[in-house]
């Protein structure tokens, strides 16, 4: 029941508003209209793209059909190559395959990816010889194809044989191995001429195209056109040569006259069917129209004076012109005056209007009853229900009777209070404004500066950019003057007068002209610019003559009085004469210069700061040149100089310093700092407790770089250390010389002897061949401290990156005989791509010398096992060597296991030497060999390697 409520009072509001019905007569009927054109047109769309997706299919299933023609061909083509990979019958099947398929321009096999078999040969001998694996644009396709080891189609191409064409290649693999591959060659025209042959091209556009493999940019075959670029296209890809086949619609009109002219049709019938209803429900709406504005009308005139008198802003009255007596009020005059109607109704207007009032409010109503004032308009004052007395501006409207006499006043009253409580104040602030002013003790100068601006807007400067103004005003010194001319001086105080030593404003006024000069010239200018940005104050320092001509440093300060933003017609100017305060500055500034000039000429960082964070409030501009980094960087931050110390000296320098600062001591240290390159650099640091009125607050000291100083000390220490150890090794070489050759002269010497002593001939022969045997061990000796000396002098010493596999294989190869010999096992646990920069005849040396030993001592109760690892111990690279062998005792020989000709078995091979000259080429190459062993157990050497 609701909703057909609705709907009643739906069609009736419809009714009501024929425009409105018939708009929407017409809407609903266009809808409709549109709905089925669009439907029309969206069926003939889609049977046009269908046609082009079924089109663009048969082009690929064309294609597609000479694709699998050609596959079949070249695997034809590969099995007539025999095991030898020579092709059987070439020509003669290359011929039939041609005829069977009419695509196919020529045939070619191409072993190892030089061609080298074509048919037919005429026409393609420039093709014979091409090797395709090393031939850029040919290469990628073709590895392509023997990764993917199917047939793959390159190209369009430009033939060596001359034209464009597509060449299908497919690897062929003899035993696993990689033959060639057995190709096809298809003209581009005629593959297209074959797939496109049934597409009707006046409708369509047809392109081909591919995606470069080297350039990775898609590549047209077919002529490019533009024209078609925003027209709806379909596309295939052929992943056999990863082309794409692209089709699109010349036209695509779909918009034809069997669907515009029934739309169009339908359209104009319901705008015409929207337009009769239109007509139709007008003339009832037009009535109710004309009946409604009538009632209106009659309304307004009867409530039109009622709304007027009873609500109005303002206060109206009724009052009786002989009697003064109130007829009629309204509540706002209620509310003005504090009485309600009643009783306002009971009283004349003279009983609240003000005594001071009645006698001019008397001299008005004989001028209205004499004609001589129509309509007056008057300021008065009444009194209140409560005693206030009130201003209000009294409009009085005249009713006249036939004979030209008032029989009632109607008077608007409006609250005027604020407004006279407001001029009032004026006065007051007008007059305390004079007294200020004049008793100001600095000079003031109030000036109209409204011609001024009415100038800047006539010259287009308002609003302007404050370069723009300022550049105008310094290229046309002329338009300056002119302004100046147009500021009006109103008043001066008497401060003025004494500041430009003058005596009267008149002497002032007169000679205005003497203060004009090129420095106030530019301060007039920061003025004229400060209005075009439309600013109410401005504030800036200036330099101005008095009238002896003398310059002053004035502290200039311009502002406009409250109310006049607008115009400019009063504005108050202030030149506070601030020269002797300049002086002072200026001398403070030379003894900063001074001081700071004095600073920098100290080879080191001056530099004050807090004593409780060691936050800076100083830093000469030494630390630039020092550390790199600007007095600014370095105060931006409390805690910079703690978080730039070295981090390895950090804590100790905090921690020195705060002790030291507790106790109130001066103190001199020594720390690292980084600079902004990332340099450490060596400081040392003279602090000094700053003191005021005997107590600490805060200090300052002088930080010298000391670099080169620590870098000598170091290198001097090196250079102690280097000669300590050269000592050493000198003594110790010394010792190992004088024991070793006293031992074989001792020999010598002493066989010598009896050779002198013998008798026999056959006894001096033995002797001699003894001497022979001492000879040979003297020499060994020597071939053995020649090594040494070679091996501490570095002679010859050159570093490679050589593979630890390889020089690992090549010691097991040398010793091949003796592992077989003690059925030894070697695990070696390197990776692959371990490279280390060391010499290769020292690499080789120690890896003899360690291996040899762990098989030589192998234990007689088990096999030997070694085991050969590669660890990272401290951020050194460690070759680790274990076995399981009969050990060393450390507990004895742990001093002397390095040491030349020392042996710790009964073993008749130990000779002493192995270990001594592994030691030493070890530590020729910077690095160290450290040995652990248990007797019976087995022996590690890790060899650390830098």
């Given at each position: ?5 609705y709907?009643?009072?739906?069609f ?8 409105t019905a018939?708009?929407f ?50 695997l034809?083509l ?9 092709p ?6 290359s ?29 393609n001998e420039?093709?014979?010889?091409l ?5 850029p644009?040919?290469?990628?396709e ?46 581009l ?12 091209l ?18 047209y ?5 533009n ?24 036209k ?54 009622k ?35 009643k ?12 005594p ?24 008065k004052r ?18 006249w ?10 008077a ?11 001029e ?31 100038q ?38 008497q ?7 003058v ?8 000679n ?18 400060a ?66 000039s ?9 530099w004050?700061s807090?004593?409780i ?30 978080d ?57 000291g ?43 002269t ?10 002198e ?20 061990s ?30 690992i ?23 692959s ?53 009969i ?46 062993s248990?007797p ?11």
């Open positions: 029941m609701t909703s057909k409520n709907r009643l009072k739906f009736r509001w419809l009714i009501a508003k024929p425009k018939g708009l007569t017409f809407l609903l009927l266009s809808t409709i209209v549109g709905f089925i054109g669009f439907q029309q047109y969206k069926i003939a769309k889609d049977d046009h793209q269908l046609a082009m997706r079924n089109t663009l299919h048969v082009i690929h299933q064309n294609i597609e059909q000479s694709l699998k023609s050609s596959y079949t061909s070249t034809t590969a099995l007539t190559i025999n095991d030898q990979g020579i059987e019958d070439f020509d003669t099947i011929k039939k395959l041609l005829h069977s398929n009419l695509p196919l321009s020529a045939i070619e096999l191409v072993p190892q990816g030089v061609i080298k078999y074509v048919y037919p040969m005429k026409g420039a093709a014979i010889g090797n395709i694996l090393e031939t644009y040919l290469k990628e073709a590895l392509q194809s023997i990764e993917n080891q199917k047939m793959y189609f390159a190209g369009p191409i430009d033939l060596k044989q001359g034209g464009t064409g597509i060449v299908g290649r497919l690897p062929v693999f003899l035993r696993g191995n990689f033959w060639g591959f057995s190709a096809v060659i298809i003209k025209e005629d593959l297209l001429k074959s797939s496109v042959a049934y597409v009707d006046s409708k369509y556009y047809f392109q081909f195209s591919k995606v470069d493999p080297i350039t990775n940019k898609e590549v075959f077919l002529p490019i056109e024209n078609f670029s925003n027209n709806y296209s379909v596309s295939l890809v052929i992943p056999d040569g990863n082309w794409k086949l692209e089709l699109t619609a010349k695509q009109h779909y918009l034809s006259a069997a669907i515009l002219i029934p739309t169009l049709l339908g359209l104009f019938l319901a705008g015409l069917f929207g337009f009769l209803i239109t007509l139709i429900l007008k003339k009832p709406a037009e009535l109710q129209l004309l009946i409604n504005q009538q009632a209106e009308k009659l309304l307004k005139s009867e409530i039109k004076f709304t007027i008198f009873d609500h109005a802003a303002v206060g109206i009255t009724n009052v009786d012109a002989i009697t003064g007596k109130f007829i009629e009020v309204n509540s706002q005059f209620c509310k003005l005056v504090g009485y309600t109607k009783e306002l109704k009971e009283k004349t207007y003279h009983s609240i209007t003000h001071d009032d009645l006698l001019n409010d008397a001299n008005i109503n004989f001028q209205v009853k004499q004609g001589l004032v129509r309509d007056p308009s008057i300021e009444y009194l209140t229900k409560e005693g206030n007395i009130i201003w209000v501006n009294l409009s009085v409207s005249p009713l009777n036939n004979n030209e006499n008032p029989t009632s006043n109607i608007v009253t409006q609250d005027i209070t604020l407004r006279k409580e407001a009032e104040l004026t006065k007051k602030t007008e007059i305390r404004f004079k007294s200020l002013f004049e008793d100001s003790p600095l000079p003031l100068w109030e000036e109209d500066f409204s011609e001024v601006k009415k800047l807007h006539f010259l287009g400067l308002m609003a302007e950019s404050e370069e723009k103004v300022t550049a105008y005003f310094r290229q046309n010194p002329n338009e300056v003057e002119k302004c100046i001319t147009l500021v009006k001086v109103i008043n001066v105080n401060e003025c007068l004494r500041f430009n030593n005596d009267t404003k008149t002497a002032l006024f007169t205005l002209n003497t203060f004009i000069n090129e420095e106030s010239i530019e301060t007039f200018i920061h003025q004229l610019v209005i075009t940005q439309g600013k109410k104050n401005l504030n800036l320092e200036a330099i101005i003559r008095n009238s002896e001509g003398l310059s002053r440093n004035i502290n200039l300060r311009w502002n406009i009085i409250s109310g006049y933003e607008d115009t400019l017609e009063r504005v108050i100017v202030s030149t506070e004469d601030i020269t002797e305060r300049k002086n002072t500055e200026k001398k403070i500034i030379d003894s900063q210069k001074q001081i700071e004095l600073i920098n000429t100290i080879d080191g960082i001056v004050e807090d004593i964070n060691f936050s800076f409030s100083f830093i000469s501009k030494k630390v630039e040149g020092i550390l790199g980094y600007t007095p600014q960087e370095w105060l931006a931050s409390e805690t910079f100089w703690v730039h110390i070295y981090p390895e000296d950090r804590e100790s320098t905090v921690k020195y310093c705060a002790s030291q600062t507790s106790q109130n001591l001066d103190h001199d240290f020594e720390y690292r700092m980084v600079s902004k390159d990332e340099r450490i650099v060596w400081l040392r640091d003279i602090v000094s407790i700053v003191y005021e009125d005997d107590k600490a607050i805060g200090l300052r002088v930080m010298i770089d000391i670099t080169k100083n620590k870098e000598s000390e170091e290198d001097l220490n090196n250079s102690f250390n280097l000669v300590t150890e050269q000592n050493k090794r000198l003594l110790n070489f010394s010792y190992i010389v004088s024991h070793n050759l006293r031992s074989h001792s020999n010598i010497t002493s066989i010598i002897s009896l050779i002593m013998s008798d026999s001939e056959e006894e001096k022969n033995d002797l001699l061949l003894l001497i022979k045997s001492v000879s040979n003297l020499n060994e000796t020597m071939l053995h401290l020649n090594e040494v000396i070679n091996i501490r002098n570095n002679i010859g010493l050159v570093s490679e990156s050589v593979n630890l596999n390889q020089y294989e090549a010691a097991q190869n040398v010793l091949s005989e003796q592992i077989t010999a003690k059925k030894a096992t070697i695990l070696t646990q390197i990776p791509d371990v490279v280390v920069n060391y010499n290769p005849a020292y690499l080789e040396s120690v890896l003899y010398n360690i291996l040899s030993n762990s098989i030589r001592y192998s234990h007689p109760d088990r096999l030997p096992i070694i085991n050969i690892k590669w660890l990272i111990e401290d951020e050194m690279n460690v070759l680790q060597i274990s076995d399981n062998g050990g060393i005792d450390l507990v004895k020989n742990a001093d002397k296991i390095f040491g030349m000709y020392k042996t710790f078995s009964n073993n008749p091979e130990s000779k002493g030497i192995g270990l001594f000259i592994t030691k030493n080429q070890i530590d020729a190459m910077n690095g160290a060999i450290t040995v652990n248990i019976n157990e087995g022996t590690t050497f890790k060899i650390y390697i830098r």
